[in-house]
């Protein structure tokens, strides 16, 4: 019997599709799960795990928060960039931002679950923590002194154009004060919750500030990564930390600094990627050289 | 060394090793999809599948059995995902939601791998090793296989035959997809990609934190999803995950893996067609095009324009501290050049000219130098195009390699042309009437760039997303997935079309009234007209999202 050709057509689709899923589908992976269980390679393609102690601790790839069960940085450990996966550093929920470059101003609703911080804010509050952690100056340019985004909304007679009539820093709200007590002569007001001064008309305008152009804490640590998981920091994030964490270890920040060369991995042949230090393993080797009592 | 020089010789590292493989690999190429000799492992599958591997098929024969093998892939996805919870590996998930499995399904049977969900909180180890990354290895064939029945239509003549759709896809996956993918696998392996069957490891962190670190078959579905121009992570965070993407140089392997097909099919057209000079002009408008984009998207990402960038000091929000700007500026060009999508930094935080370029990549028809086969398929319409408008400009008589441009090759080349900026315009516009762009993440015209992004990642069957949108509902995962089909499958029946049209001509032999198209001349005019289409066509809607958000 023959069978018409638009089924034996579907038909060969389908034994087709059964063969490939056999051979590309499983035989290629598990040939090269086999292959990853040869020496040398085991460890890597079990996740690079990493031990201390006896226990499993990380794996050098994957990132971790150095914090204590509040959340608070632990002193003596270098700490990580921020991270948006799950609740910071999870790998089951791997996530990175998505805030745009102009998410300059924040939803201030009535109710704090509704209220959300926006990218400005977000790096501003940071950039305020770290530098108050590491003894540095946190200031960033757009960036007000109580740490949220130095944004205001103008409001003008005809939209637009014409006289300012109001003028709201935007990020603000009581009991803090206006970064600015006024703009071109108009008063600054803070923000009230439940408003959405953008809809009511107000033209957003960022304020940039006399902050130095280039902040001492680095950009690292005041952005979320990719990944959600970025194992390293940049070296200039890694010397803003070397004082506190030789001050918490009662050791020589000269021999912290060595021990961060060490662990500082250059660009790939002179010209691939950035140098970056591997946070897990820079603390692990914290721990056995300079263990704190 | 700066990092935007060491980020140029990163870049030109890549366009020196491309250059390089061009001649080889395209020979190789062509070699395969012209050779008669089946291996033994070859002959048995086509015993499997029930084909003779010695007839050759008319072009309508050709896309019934693409459409064919397609659809069946589709509900074999779908089934798949359904019922993944009753199968091994699944790691506890339940089967994924209808609206997703079919968006998914679709996603990855049409190359595009557009990803609504995060892999893994939603996909247990079959599925993705079995399912998702076969369509990796056979979406990626059909597409070299439907460039390859184009070519034989300019390079044939008076003739029915375009070739057997069942002999390209096999010989294809098992001459060129494997071994490359196996020799990528182990690469991305020894750079520190995970590759084995764990559920995962619960650990104890040194702060005494929980910890899950994940497993799974990562560096296979790694190698094929880049070297087949597929895109779809293992995980939620795609090629910026530590174990997609371990290191600098694995990035430098990865952006090579997905540039290395696209841009050597151009040497089978030129070898094909008996004229290798045809092939290094197509290759030429490719790299012209690939260049200047990847220079602008380094430019603007290097620059830090925007708020935010300037209050960090660099537009580093999602980008990893290994890559930095550079290397994933470079990476997010490649990804939106070609019809990838896989990320290693997330675009939707990128400055507004930056994200803009990669928007742009994508609307650029992504034929610079775009998915495997679906990127020399595109560049040769528009080849067929600048003949046609040059020949109504200067009188010349409208001819390509060798066959006549005449009404029934112009009217299919033109369909090809619009269907894709129906579908996003028109997606873009539904999505704003019907209120469902209010699952945007950011305000304003952001708002308007995520979902202009997402129907334009979809109906080019790029997959890569202005993530911040939310997608995952019965609305989005419907309309994504109609675009995603519709932007796939058209174009191809248009494609064999206008092969079967062209391979019953006769041929045409070269007078003084025709134009010669190996000569920079002809590669500055098909660079004009694709970009002055595409300006045409989507310069309203870029000025109302990333143009009003960075000016």
């Keep these: 019997m023959r069978l018409p050709s638009w089924l034996s057509q579907h038909l060969a689709a389908l034994r087709a599709v059964l063969v490939f899923t056999v051979l590309l589908g499983l035989v290629y992976p598990l040939a090269l799960v086999a292959v990853g269980r040869l020496p040398g390679l085991a460890g890597r393609a079990d996740g690079s795990l990493v031990e201390a102690g006896g226990k499993t601790v990380g794996s050098v790839l994957i990132g971790q928060s150095f914090t204590d069960a509040d959340g608070n940085p632990v002193p003596r450990y270098f700490q990580s960039r921020p991270s948006v996966a799950g609740d910071g550093y999870d790998p089951t929920a791997t996530a990175a931002s998505n805030l745009g470059p102009e998410g300059v101003v924040d939803t201030v609703a009535a109710d704090p679950d509704e209220s959300r911080q926006s990218l400005l804010t977000l790096v501003c509050a940071r950039s305020r923590a770290v530098g108050e952690l590491d003894g540095v100056d946190g200031r960033r340019p757009y960036c007000t002194p109580d740490g949220v985004g130095a944004v205001l909304a103008v409001f003008r007679a005809d939209g637009l154009t014409g006289r300012i009539t109001r003028v709201v820093s935007v990020n603000q709200v009581a009991p803090a004060t206006p970064f600015v007590g006024s703009w071109q002569g108009v008063p600054v007001e803070l923000a009230q919750p439940g408003h959405d001064y953008v809809a009511e008309g107000g033209i957003v305008t960022p304020v940039r500030g006399d902050a130095p152009d280039k902040p001492a804490v680095p950009a690292d640590a005041v952005t979320a990564s990719g990944s959600g998981l970025d194992p390293h920091i940049s070296p200039a994030y890694a010397e803003i930390q070397v004082a506190r964490v030789a001050r918490e270890r009662g050791a020589d920040p000269a021999a912290i600094r060595k021990l961060v060369e060490e662990h500082t991995t250059g660009r790939a042949l002179g010209f691939m990627g950035e140098p970056a230090v591997n946070v897990l393993e820079l603390n692990l080797a914290l721990d056995a050289r300079f263990p704190t009592r | ?551």
């Design chain 2, 1 to 551: 060394m700066s990092m935007a020089t060491a980020g140029a010789v990163f870049a030109l590292s890549l366009v020196a090793a491309l250059v390089a493989g061009y001649r080889p690999f395209g020979d190789y190429l062509f070699r395969v999809v012209s050779g008669t000799r089946q291996s033994r492992v070859e002959r048995g599958i086509y015993r499997l599948v029930g084909v003779n591997p010695a007839a050759e098929q008319t072009w309508g024969v050709y896309a019934r059995s693409v459409l064919a093998f397609s659809a069946v892939s589709i509900l074999f996805l779908y089934a798949f995902q359904r019922l993944q919870n009753h199968l091994w590996l699944s790691l506890g998930f339940d089967p994924v939601v209808p609206h997703g499995a079919w968006n998914t399904a679709v996603s990855f049977v049409t190359n595009t791998n557009w990803q609504w969900y995060s892999g893994e909180s939603t996909m247990g180890h079959l599925v993705q090793m079995a399912g998702l990354a076969v369509q990796n290895f056979v979406s990626a064939a059909v597409g070299i296989a439907v460039a390859v029945a184009l070519i034989r239509g300019f390079a044939r003549s008076r003739t029915d035959e375009l070739g057997n759709f069942w002999v390209d896809l096999t010989r294809i996956t098992l001459r060129v997809l494997l071994p490359v993918a196996v020799l990528g696998a182990l690469a991305l392996m020894i750079g520190g990609a995970v590759q084995n069957l764990s559920g995962g490891t619960d650990l104890t962190t040194l702060t005494g934190h929980a910890q899950t670190v994940t497993g799974g078959p990562v560096a296979s579905q790694e190698a094929i999803k880049e070297l087949g121009t597929n895109g779809g992570g293992f995980y939620n965070t795609n090629s910026a995950h530590p174990f997609e993407n371990p290191t600098a140089w694995t990035n430098w392997i990865e952006i090579f893996l997905i540039l290395l097909i696209p841009f050597s099919l151009p040497r089978v057209f030129g070898r094909m067609v008996g004229q290798n000079r045809q092939g290094y002009a197509i290759a030429a408008v490719m790299a012209i095009l690939a260049l200047a984009s990847v220079t602008l998207t380094n430019v603007f990402e290097l620059s830090g324009h925007g708020t935010v960038p300037q209050a960090v000091g660099v537009a580093l929000e999602g980008k990893d501290v290994r890559f930095d700007v550079s290397n994933s500026a470079t990476f997010a060009a490649a990804t939106t050049l070609t019809s990838t999508g896989a990320v290693n930094s997330f675009h939707d935080s990128f400055t507004a000219l930056g994200g803009m370029m990669t928007l742009g990549n994508m609307m650029l028809g992504e034929v610079a130098p775009g998915g495997v086969g679906s990127g020399l398929y595109g560049m040769l319409i528009l080849a067929v195009i600048t003949v046609f408008v040059a020949g109504l400009m200067v009188g010349r008589t409208p001819e390509y390699v060798g066959k006549k441009i005449a009404s029934r090759e112009i009217k299919f080349a033109s369909l090809y042309f619009l269907i894709t900026p129906a579908l996003v315009l028109a997606g873009t516009a539904v999505a704003f009437a019907t209120g469902n762009n209010s699952t945007a993440l950011n305000a304003g015209p952001h708002a308007l760039s995520e979902v202009l992004y997402a129907f334009t990642s979809a109906s080019h069957n790029n997959g890569s997303a202005f993530a911040g949108i939310t997608v995952n509902t019965p609305w989005w995962n419907t309309a994504l997935g109609l675009c995603m089909l519709l932007g796939r499958f058209l174009p191809i029946i248009f494609v064999l079309a206008l092969a079967g049209s062209l391979a019953r001509q006769q041929p045409a032999p070269a007078s003084e009234g025709t134009l010669p198209t190996h000569r920079p001349l002809f590669v500055g005019m098909v660079v004009g007209v694709t970009v002055i289409l595409v300006a045409l066509t989507f310069l309203p809607a870029l000025a109302l999202g990333p143009l009003a958000e960075g000016l």
